[in-house]
């Protein structure tokens, strides 16, 4: 996880507000999950009278934290295990934490065949593609890099919504965020060296994971805005129809494990129960508290913690051009989401001149 609206989802990586969490969920991790999809229900909801006294700065930081370490989390478990592995992993453990709050609050899963039919589609594109895609990408590029092309997804999804979307109408701020987001990415990969020293395969795949998540918010747009089921129950159906997807094509590209070692398992554990699952209620507690645009703002600080994560912990290399990249990534990303305020209108004419 990031980062529309519609009916709540369960999406990691990114909170980010499609363009949304997102970004974040970041993977928006700002990621799992996190809600890409659950910012997009709740975009337009008002906090609560009084939740900003209650001690919301704690769960903000630990929910930054989980996603940035997101991350991380995947480095190290495609260190044991396959990426597919890990992903149905990290999508089965997030299922198990959610059905487990399903099953405590006594709430049910969706019955209609058309909702489960489009979240199938939405688990596709918010869970299982983006989540196989970064572990893929994790491969060949750095924790860190991975964290940056996570903070694309609303840049992606502005892109997106002007053409999917006709309540979304570009302003010139908002293109201009787009443009310097943009930007960024080109100086986060180094183009005046001709991308010397990055992967482009991983990177294109990490830039891929971030463009389906904004697919997957404005499918769930869509499709899902009238949908009258509780943000749990409805991420619970999306992460078990993730798994479902998974558990089918895994061994078709994989074969089992000869070993389960201890750290990577924990990582893929931890990917999943906290960053998936975990991640997802603390967000959603967020947004219902303070709002969905204070709660978005964990987007910015994803790339930031997987940066830091990635170079204290497992030792990445960090040029220069990489977080005056990410900088500039971010301030694209902010101003995409930058709304024109309400004209106020004008004072009525008092004409003072005498027949």
């Not at 499609?18 to 996190?34: G, V």
């Amino acid at each position: 996880m990031s980062t529309a609206t519609g009916a709540p989802t369960a999406s990691a990586d990114t909170t980010n507000p499609p363009a949304t969490t997102a970004c974040a969920a970041a993977d928006k991790d700002t990621a799992t999950t996190a809600a890409a999809s659950l910012r997009a229900t709740t975009e337009t909801a008002a906090p609560k009278a009084g939740g900003r006294a209650h001690g919301w700065q704690l769960r903000f930081a630990v929910l930054s934290l989980v996603w940035g370490f997101s991350f991380l989390f995947i480095k190290v478990g495609t260190q044991g295990f396959a990426p597919l592995q890990v992903t149905l992993g990290r999508v089965g453990f997030g299922a198990l934490v959610l059905l487990a709050v399903l099953a405590v609050k006594r709430e049910r899963l969706p019955r209609s065949a058309r909702t489960w039919a489009h979240l199938t589609v939405a688990a596709f594109f918010l869970n299982a593609l983006p989540f196989s895609l970064f572990a893929y990408a994790e491969l060949t590029i750095p924790s860190t890099l991975a964290g940056i092309c996570n903070a694309t997804s609303p840049l992606w999804g502005m892109a997106l919504s002007v053409v999917a979307l006709s309540e979304d109408r570009p302003t010139r701020r908002r293109v201009a965020g787009l443009g310097l987001g943009f930007l960024g990415v080109l100086t986060v990969l180094g183009a005046w060296q001709g991308f010397a020293g990055t992967d482009l395969t991983g990177t294109m795949m990490a830039l891929g994971a971030s463009l389906s998540y904004a697919v997957g918010w404005i499918y769930v747009r869509r499709t899902l805005a009238g949908v009258q089921h509780s943000h749990l129950s409805m991420s619970s159906a999306q992460l078990l129809l993730a798994t479902a997807q998974l558990a089918v094509v895994t061994p078709l590209f994989t074969t089992a494990p000869a070993s389960y070692p201890l750290i990577p398992l924990l990582a893929v554990f931890a990917l999943g129960a906290l960053g998936t699952g975990l991640a997802f209620l603390i967000q959603y507690g967020l947004v219902a508290e303070i709002g969905p645009t204070t709660a978005q703002m964990v987007t910015y600080f994803i790339p930031v913690i997987a940066t830091a994560a990635g170079v204290a912990l497992l030792h990445e290399q960090l040029s220069w051009n990489t977080p005056v990249g990410a900088l500039i990534v971010l301030t694209g990303a902010a101003l995409t989401q930058s709304r024109p305020r309400p004209r106020r209108p004008a004072p009525p004419r008092t004409d003072t001149t005498s027949a």
